[in-house]
């Protein structure tokens, strides 16, 4: 079993629709929960950070992280064709540990 | 504020050759510097992770010799992709993690892309 796992897409959303994505992890002692957003031959940039359980709301971007089930979602509200990416999750035990990626879930935002 | 520069931002090569690739911050001191390697539809694979003025550590299966990496400063780590081959055309991304009470925030470059003839 993969330490992080995510659904590659593509996800095709109408504009203005809600985007759920979710990632899954197995190990229990993750607490540290970063989503990234990366567009086309560009590097991620930070999107939202959560500390263990709970929701985290930054504009129009949600996220949710329930260690009971090790499982973590990020929801996107109105979304806009400049939304269109690629988003990571990404996770890690110890503030100095070595941060573990999802694959990452494509995302298309149709006007 | 914490922007990460990589030069160049693409590069082609003959194969047999070496390429240095930069990372900078720009605004901040960044002790630790990590290099990532990524190939199209997959995720960011941390290749080592770079400490200013010690010797990098390297991930199981990246082979030190090949992908030297320096850190020299604060604010630069270089990779080098010494004779390089068709196999190590990929995108090549650094990041450098800027302290915070928190967590380990990591700030990414935009990414480098080696293509090997």
């Known amino acids: 079993q993969k330490e992080v796992e995510q659904d590659p897409g593509p996800l095709s959303v109408p504009e203005g629709a809600i985007v759920s994505l979710n990632c899954t992890y197995s190990n229990s002692a993750f607490q540290y929960f970063m989503w990234y957003r990366q567009y086309s031959r560009k590097g991620p940039e930070l999107l939202m950070y959560t500390y263990s359980s709970g929701n985290k709301e930054d504009g129009r971007f949600t996220a949710q992280v329930d260690k009971s089930s090790k499982y973590i979602s990020l929801f996107i509200r109105d979304s806009q064709p400049s939304d269109s990416a690629t988003y990571l999750c990404?996770?890690?035990?110890?503030?100095?540990?070595?941060?573990?990626f999802g694959k990452g879930t494509r995302l298309h935002i149709l006007p | 504020g914490a922007v990460v520069s990589q030069h160049p931002s693409w590069v082609i090569c003959k194969s047999g050759t070496s390429v240095k690739i930069e990372c900078r911050s720009l605004?901040?001191?960044?002790?630790?510097m990590f290099w990532y390697r990524q190939f199209p539809k997959q995720s960011l694979m941390l290749m080592a992770t770079?400490?200013?003025?010690?010797?990098?550590?390297?991930e199981q299966g990246v082979e030190k010799d090949k992908f030297l990496i320096n850190h020299a400063s604060l604010t630069l780590s270089t990779l080098t992709v010494t004779s390089a081959h068709p196999e190590d055309s990929s995108f090549y991304i650094c990041s450098a993690r800027r302290l915070a009470v928190h967590y380990n925030e990591q700030f990414f470059g935009p990414g480098t892309r080696l293509t090997v003839l």
């Open positions: 770079s400490n200013e003025g010690s010797k990098a550590t390297y």
């Open positions: 605004d901040f001191q960044a002790t630790t």
């Open positions: 990404a996770m890690n035990g110890n503030r100095d540990d070595k941060i573990i």
